[in-house]
């Protein structure tokens, strides 16, 4: 475990906010993590666990703990006759994991590729890209129970995943410390190119009968023409969920915008996109000081230099206001805001 004071954030979030933590502890095995609850000074501190910092949005210094999450190791650790069972520590970059599955022809993953942060956050919100989301290919995941020391597994339905959703996120949150996940991967393929964009880069890219890799590379394309990098430009993907709506309210906006995009859900709701609302509302591309919707993908709020936190909140709530005054509504942040905020 190292220790360090006054840690600078910036180089640990995505939106590369100059925030400063109170403490910032670096961990790599369960032992270590326990230590650092073991130490007087920092027990009487709050503390919240960070892996990559891409979905985190600091409004002001943290005035506690910060628990950065350097699990790493990847591991096959059974297999069946159809499918590896596969453990990677949560500090490991979710991308090279990723990589690494595709090298080893361990298949299942490959939407997911180029998402950025870590193995260990993928299920609290239950990441998501191109028609595949991390409940997909999920067994397993073993997590320290703050309140005890203990070290608990959750299966699938422990976990309670929903879209962008797991009970990490709700009623547990800030109770558990996830150690480690084990995917189920697929040793026959099952491609999912359903998703339009994957299709058209598949055939853009001249290939008739993608394999794994393939798909992958597809994904990094149409990612890298839409996302911002944000080793480039601060940012942490999309800063809203897409909304949800029951059918009475999706008929009543279809009334009203014919081109509008939506997606049937298997209860009988309609997915809406948060990305067309924005844009429609006007703010795509429209920046303010040093914080706007990115131009190309109206979803991802940036960071076009030093914001503060607290002004790319205060931005969010100017279009979050602004697309339930023009559309009745609420958009919820998908982004996990950590300090104090201001309605
Ligand atoms: P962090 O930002 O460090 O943490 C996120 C939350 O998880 C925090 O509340 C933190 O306390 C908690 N947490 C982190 N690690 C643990 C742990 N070990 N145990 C318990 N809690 C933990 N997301 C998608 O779903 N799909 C996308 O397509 C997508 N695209 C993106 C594109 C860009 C350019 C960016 C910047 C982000 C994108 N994201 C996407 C969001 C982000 O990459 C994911 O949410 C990712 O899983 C966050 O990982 P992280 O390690 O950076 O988490
Ligand atoms: N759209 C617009 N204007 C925009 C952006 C999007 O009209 O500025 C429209 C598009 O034309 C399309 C629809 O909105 O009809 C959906 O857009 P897109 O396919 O780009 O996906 P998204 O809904 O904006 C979601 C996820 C992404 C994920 C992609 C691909 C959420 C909140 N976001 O974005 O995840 O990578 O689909 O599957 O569900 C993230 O969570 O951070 C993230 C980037």
């Not at 979905?55 to 005035?63: A, C, G, I, S």
């Not at 995943?161 to 150690?179: D, H, N, T």
């Not at 609302?277 to 131009?295: C, D, F, N, S, T």
Request: with cysteine; net charge negative.
């Amino acid at each position: 475990m190292t220790l360090s004071a006054e840690a600078s954030l910036k180089p640990f979030n995505t939106f590369g906010i100059d925030a400063r933590a109170r403490y910032m502890a670096r961990f790599d095995s369960r032992d270590a993590l326990l230590a650092v609850f073991d130490e007087s000074r920092l027990q009487a501190l709050p503390h919240m666990i960070l892996g990559g910092g891409s979905n985190v949005l600091f409004t002001d210094d943290y005035d506690g703990v910060i628990l950065k999450n350097e699990v790493r190791g990847i591991a096959c650790i059974e297999e069946d006759d159809e499918h590896y069972y596969v453990r990677a520590g949560a500090g490991e970059n979710w991308h090279h994991f990723v990589l690494h599955c595709l090298a080893q022809g361990w298949a299942g993953l490959e939407n997911l590729s180029l998402i950025p942060g870590n193995v260990g956050a993928g299920p609290m919100q239950n990441i998501g890209a191109y028609g595949v989301e991390i409940k997909d290919r999920f067994h397993s995941l073993r997590a320290l129970e703050i309140a005890t020391g203990r070290v608990k597994e959750f299966d699938a339905a422990a976990c309670a995943f929903g879209y962008r959703e797991s009970v990490f996120k709700g009623p547990a949150k800030g109770q558990y410390i996830i150690l480690d996940v084990t995917f189920r991967l697929l040793k026959e393929p099952r491609l999912s190119t359903h998703y339009g964009a994957i299709s058209s880069e598949l055939q853009r890219m001249g290939i008739e009968n993608p394999g794994i890799q393939d798909v992958s590379r597809a994904v990094i394309s149409i990612r890298e023409s839409k996302l911002p990098n944000p080793a480039v430009l601060g940012n942490a993907g999309s800063f809203f969920k897409n909304p949800i709506v029951d059918e009475e309210r999706f008929v009543g906006l279809r009334d009203r915008f014919a081109e509008m995009p939506h997606y049937p859900t298997e209860d009988g709701k309609y997915k809406l996109a948060a990305g067309w609302l924005i844009e429609k509302a006007g703010w795509k591309g429209k920046r303010m000081g040093q914080v706007g919707m990115h131009a190309q993908q109206a979803l991802v709020l940036v960071n076009y230099g030093n914001a503060s936190g607290r002004e790319l909140w205060e931005h969010s709530q100017r279009v979050l206001e602004d697309v339930q005054e023009k559309f009745g509504i609420a958009l919820e942040r998908e982004v996990n805001v950590i300090g104090p905020v201001e309605v």
